[in-house]
């Protein structure tokens, strides 16, 4: 087994350095519009080095526990927003199907995904534009060939059926895996079984938390850019930066989307080779 670290991988890159990065930013940007005079990049950097070193201890409790807010926050926004969309990677790798993200029933379902699609609105337009009409979503939404489908869901129902007692076995006689949460047992029997695997099913958890972060960082900007600066819209200046921002934070969703898919197709790959199975 690996060796718990008090602070992991995870810790930095999942929340030290996003909450590092946001509470630069709003140093930054405070120091930005406070200035009287002309903008100098030297001074910025000295202004916010020297705020960093002189309370470091302070900083890194700060950065922490934002890191720890945007971590939550971007859960329940990008990556809801992609699974709403798209529907779990594991169901999409085994390709099931799904009727999409308005096959709701409840009122307020709508209105949460509403709000939801504004909120975190370049993704939507981009997702849209880049992701369906190019194709680009193929790249990280595209389903499993018919073979290895067809092993991974005879290996996972061979799991589920050798996990279960005598008494559940009664009431589930006939398990298929898109009737379950098949994918929260598979992968914890994965990381429990295959030792060789663990470092990297870590590293893709790592690294798609990290970059679902980024993106809502990225898209905090935006929205902090149309709020304080609404009246310069239509400001060539202006929209340049948000294009670029809105491209910045498309780039983090599709890296998000890639690596959130990778660490599903690892352990759906392990329980495949697994001869036990």
């Not at 590092?20 to 519009?33: D, F, P, Q, T």
């Not at 869901?153 to 589930?172: A, F, H, R």
């Not at 047992?185 to 990290?210: A, D, P």
Request: net charge positive; proline share 2%; charged share 15%.
């Amino acid at each position: 087994m690996l060796k718990q670290n008090p602070f992991s991988l995870y810790d930095f890159l999942g929340y030290f350095i996003p909450g590092a990065l946001l509470s630069y930013l709003i140093v930054s940007i405070n120091y930005i519009e406070s200035i009287t005079t002309s903008f100098v990049l030297n001074d910025l950097i000295n202004n916010t080095i020297k705020v960093q070193f002189n309370k470091v201890f302070f900083f890194i409790i700060i950065s922490y526990a934002i890191g720890h807010l945007i971590n939550f926050i971007s859960s329940t926004t990008i990556e809801q927003y992609a699974n709403w969309k798209y529907n779990y990677p594991s169901k999409y790798l085994l390709g099931y199907n799904y009727k999409g993200m308005w096959n709701i029933k409840k009122p307020s379902s709508y209105l949460w995904r509403i709000t939801l699609l504004i909120l975190v609105f370049p993704i939507t337009i981009l997702d849209f534009l880049i992701g369906n009409v190019f194709g680009f979503n193929k790249f990280y939404t595209k389903k499993l060939d018919d073979f290895l489908i067809d092993l991974i869901t005879s290996k996972g129902e061979s799991l589920m059926n050798t996990l279960i007692n005598k008494e559940l076995k009664k009431k589930y006689k006939d398990i298929q895996l898109r009737d379950y949460d098949f994918h929260r047992i598979i992968s914890h029997y994965t990381f429990e079984t295959s030792k060789n695997h663990q470092f990297r099913m870590i590293n893709y958890v790592v690294l798609y938390g990290f970059l679902r972060s980024m993106t809502l960082i990225t898209i905090i900007s935006i929205w902090y850019i149309i709020i304080n600066h609404f009246e310069k819209l239509t400001e060539n200046k202006i929209i340049t930066v948000l294009l670029i921002l809105s491209t910045i934070a498309y780039i983090f969703f599709m890296a998000f989307m890639k690596f959130y898919r990778r660490y599903t197709l690892e352990a759906f790959m392990i329980i495949s080779i697994d001869e036990n199975l």
